[in-house]
């Protein structure tokens, strides 16, 4: 089964998105001014099966992250179509939709709940959503006072126990200690080993080698190559250093 | 597609901003109580001392009913208004149902609401007005209130994304609407040949219904119930359509 299907989809966005003012939406209304568009996808077509797991990599700007909020659902492709099979958990950013006012317990139930948990549910896990970020008595104390090594310990701690078909995680795990990084390896592999598929974006080549049996590569917004991750990392890693 | 648990999510989101919106006060609710009463006294003071003459308390209560009323309407709206802006981290991070969030804005807002409407009751029965059978059309004014803010939120907070300035209109919006809307004067002084006019804005309408339940102890008029109830429910699903169709590019606009 396909879990992730992209059928030649291309992603644009305006450059004089920053400008929200009724002035620049005037103009545009009269034809005065002509936003130029940055693609930043062209024509990507892949599909990943059930079960595997997927490295993404690609320099800074290559469409990495617009691939995977295509991937989410957070924006719809200009050209093209995107299909998704089964429940995501994404990882986009460190603790996105968390607030430093409100205690790591609030913010886990917060954020189950923006990951699509049910009520029950997010009880029922609460124990082990804690115990797993390990972050002890500090749970009930504002988010603010936490390091952000402990931020991302809280919010992938969630993401895991949301038990999603597809688990997309992006750079985050670099924040986290060297404990937590190979705890949280050790459940990456475990979710693999029960046959979740993964997207997995970094930049260190060892964590991807270890994680992934294939790899994506973009560079400005197209995929350049598409195999096993040993192939694609080497023929990256050997560019990236030339260039 | 977000497949989730739609009501844990708007009940955690509204406790969101309800939990941050006071942990940081010291006297916490205290302040929802605060504004209406020391805007009615100095209303009062206005208009029954400087500016004419009249029974204070009878004009206090009034001005209560229309204050609660407003303020409700008049925050959940612009707090509505911003909601997709201040939450554009959630907007790009994750695909929750968009409209929850200036839904949930303006529900975050009722609690304030209920303290203030706790305050009106407690300030009818101390007057000497009594509790009377026509006490249970409150819940569908104030609900038929709260649908028709979140028509208007929904419409707002979604042309905010493009229009940054549309927070501004709201804000000005909101300064007239305390004008037009007989907050602080009665209804019986509105010349005859805008009474319709009047009667169509929701706002109006709840403010008088308001007072003929609390103050006359009689039930609302028919005509002003229906149109209150067409205003609000087309204002809802104008405010629906409006978001539906503009949706989609949320992503790049934020």
């Not at chain 1, 924006?75 to 409100?102: K, Q, Y």
């Not at chain 2, 208004?81 to 907007?91: K, R, V």
């Not at chain 2, 804005?201 to 039930?219: C, F, M, T």
Request: net charge neutral.
């Amino acid at each position: 089964m396909n879990r992730i299907e992209f059928r030649g989809v291309s992603k644009s966005f305006p450059h004089a998105a920053g400008r929200m003012l009724l002035r620049t939406r005037m103009l545009e209304w009269f034809g005065a001014h002509k936003h130029e568009r940055f693609f930043a996808l062209r024509n990507v077509t892949f599909d990943l099966q059930d079960g595997e797991s997927v490295a993404l990599i690609g320099g800074n700007g290559a469409g990495k992250s617009t691939l995977l909020s295509l991937v989410a659902g957070l924006a719809a492709p200009d050209a093209g179509t995107v299909a998704v099979n089964g429940r995501i958990a994404a990882l986009l950013e460190l603790g996105s939709g968390f607030h430093p006012d409100l205690t790591g317990a609030e913010n886990l139930v917060l954020n189950a709940s923006l990951l699509g948990m049910s009520r029950r549910d997010t009880y029922a896990a609460m124990d082990s959503m804690v115990d797993f970020s390990g972050v002890g008595d500090f749970i009930h104390e504002p988010l603010r006072t936490y390091s952000s090594g402990m931020v991302v310990r809280l919010a992938f701690s969630v993401a895991i126990h949301i038990n999603p078909d597809i688990l997309i995680v992006d750079e985050v795990l670099a924040v986290g200690d060297h404990a937590f990084q190979q705890k949280s390896a050790a459940a990456l592999r475990h979710l693999r080993e029960q046959g979740k598929t993964l997207l997995f974006v970094s930049h260190s080549g060892a964590a991807v080698q270890a994680m992934c049996e294939r790899a994506l590569w973009l560079d400005h917004g197209q995929v350049v190559s598409d195999g096993n991750v040993k192939e694609v990392l080497e023929a990256y890693e050997g560019r990236s250093t030339v260039a | 597609m977000w497949k989730g648990d739609l009501f844990f999510l708007l009940s955690n989101l509204v406790q969101k901003d309800f939990k941050i919106r006071y942990r940081n006060m010291s006297l916490g609710v205290f302040w929802s109580l605060l504004n209406p009463l020391v805007m009615m006294s100095v209303l009062t003071f206005v208009f029954t001392k400087v500016l004419g003459g009249g029974n204070a308390r009878e004009y206090a209560l009034s001005v209560l009913c229309g204050l609660v009323t407003f303020n409700f309407f008049a925050l959940g709206w612009s707090t509505g208004t911003s909601s997709l802006a201040d939450n554009a981290h959630l907007i790009k991070r994750v695909p929750v149902p968009r409209e929850v969030v200036p839904i949930a804005s303006v529900l975050s807002n009722c609690l304030h609401f209920l303290i203030q409407i706790a305050l009106v009751l407690v300030c009818v029965i101390v007057f000497g007005r009594g509790i009377n059978i026509h006490w249970l059309w409150l819940p569908v004014l104030w609900g038929l209130e709260v649908v028709f803010v979140c028509g208007l939120a929904l419409a707002s907070s979604a042309l905010n994304v493009y229009i940054r300035d549309m927070r501004y209109v709201v804000e000005s919006a909101n300064t007239v609407m305390f004008w037009l809307v007989p907050v602080f004067y009665s209804f019986t002084i509105i010349p005859a040949q805008y009474v319709p006019v009047y009667l169509w804005n929701p706002v109006a309408a709840l403010v008088l219904s308001l007072r003929k339940v609390l103050l006359d102890g009689q039930a609302p008029l028919g005509h002003t119930m229906s149109n209150l109830a067409i205003a609000s429910c087309v204002t809802f699903a104008a405010g629906w359509f409006i978001f539906q169709a503009v949706k989609k590019r949320f992503f790049e606009y934020l």
